[in-house]
């Protein structure tokens, strides 16, 4: 039961994902490439939490960890980008 | 173009918090090398990217007095040093470059491995970790005109 539900959950993150990269690459403004890619990272990482569910592994965590480490760096580096134009 | 910090209290107060944190979870994966995903080169990077995300943050001349130049490239000297160092001390005891049991410690050779695996993953994370700050700072450094020269 569990499983086909996080199954379907991980299918319409995935689509929806699909959605946000639409707004990343079309959007017109940088602020909105910039919170477009900030939601795909945030969807990834549910992903990646999901499929460690799926195969049963804890070592997904870790990767998880790191993602929203990783994404988190990322938004203020392009902010900062965004904003001053440089480091 | 001058260097540019940034004001954001957020971002800041958020960034004193995290970098703890960050710099723990680096030393997680390094010292867990070889029972989970990661090892040295990856808890390396995370290491480093503390530094990096305290000089995006507060500005790269906060950063460049957190860090001696001196400092970073004796640590990237002294990761190389260690790895090979266990690598020959194995050769030197009667083994291959990099066999691990054949150190003559005293416990059994799951131990010895263990051990001899985990300084080698601490000397490529302090390798990697000082490259990638001292990578970080040049490239910024040449980007804002602040160059390598007053570090």
Known sequence: ?87 | MGEKEVESLVARTISRIMIPFIQLFGIYVIVHGETSPGGGFQGGVILGTSMILYGIVYGLSKAKKRVSKKHLIILISLGVLIYSGIGLMDMLSGGKYLQYDSLPLPVDAHETTALSILGVELGIGLTVMSATIILFIYLAGERIGAGMDNW
């Open chain 1, 1 to 87: 039961m569990m499983q086909e539900i996080f199954e379907y959950t991980t299918l319409c993150l995935l689509a929806t994902t699909l959605l946000c990269l639409y707004r990343a690459i079309v959007g017109p403004e940088p602020w909105d490439r910039a919170i477009a890619i900030n939601v795909v990272g945030t969807k990834t990482i549910i992903i990646v939490v999901l499929i460690g569910y799926l195969f049963d592994s804890l070592y997904f965590v870790d990767v998880a960890i790191v993602y929203a480490l990783f994404n988190f760096i990322l938004t203020v580096a392009l902010s900062k980008q965004i904003e001053f134009g440089g480091l």
